[in-house]
């Protein structure tokens, strides 16, 4: 398990160092290492491009893919579905349902979010804010719910109807929106690593890093629960705890993962299931840092296939990870039986 870990991180730095590689403009592999040992760049232009474009993006997609894939496992585990995944709960259908309403119900008001002059007023920071109030709004309800309803797959199905009316409302401000807003709702929901730096970055990682606090103190309590809620309990594990605690962790990683950059499909299902049958355990003191590894590569290696060699256009990062997930989880169903997994 420690070589497989170990391989791991090796793979996370190629990846890491092919990501920053890859662009509009090429910068040679040799000037790149020489950039990130704190060596100066033979061109001024390189230095500018590497720092403040592509390592804060591939480090956005590190957080995202941690973020995601380990949200991802917490709900598997715990709802011992093998489908369940960040948007089960309606988390990001919250934050996608705060970015729609500040877009595109300006519209309804005169106010048109895409003009110039409202784009540098609010600019990426609205949006930000508008989605994290959005995933929120969802978990605040999902966490009343969880005080009244003691069932995980009671919770499950009423977190797939949250989502489901969120997705309604949605539909609802696009049909009444502009051309215009809606467009630009449109590119958001499609996914974007890119534009996230500096201070938005920093916020990025310390709410990733509170979100991950207590799936590490209670990653017993997650291998208990391999074997149902009875027997968890017989245990010792405070099931009402862990409910508590799984929806405020997925809620800051998820949430913050999409309303930073989009929702972006499929890294939250998939990923844990490749973690497991790649190292073929159990226990979630392996299973957590694997999925968190291949998360990482996973949306590196799709953000760099997103890269159009030669142009400065990338394709949006939620078409990639669409592409190359849904196959993955209809081999996985079809490979094995997922039921036997838990």
Known sequence: ????????????LVFFLVNISIGSVYIPIPQLIHGLLGADLDKASWETILFLYRIPKAITAVLVGISLSVSGLQMQTFFRNPLAGPYVLGISSGAGLGVAIMIMGGSALGITFSSSSNYMTWGIWGIII???LGAILV???MS???WKIKDSMTLLIIGLMFGSASGAVVSVLSYFGNA???KLFTIWSMGSLGGISGTQLEILSIICFIGIIPVIALLKSYNAMLMGERYATSMGVNIKSLRWAMILSTGLLAGSATAFCGPIAFIGIAVPHLARMIFRTGDHRILFPASALIG???????DAISQIPGSAETLPINVITSLFGAPLVIWLILKRNLSSEF
């Open 1 to 12: 398990m420690k070589l497989k870990l170990i391989i791991g991180v090796v793979l996370l």
């Open 130 to 132: 508008s989605g994290s």
């Open 139 to 141: 978990l605040l309800l």
């Open 144 to 146: 009343l719910t969880a």
């Open 180 to 182: 215009e807003d809606l």
């Open 296 to 302: 990482s590569c996973f949306l590196l290696i799709s």
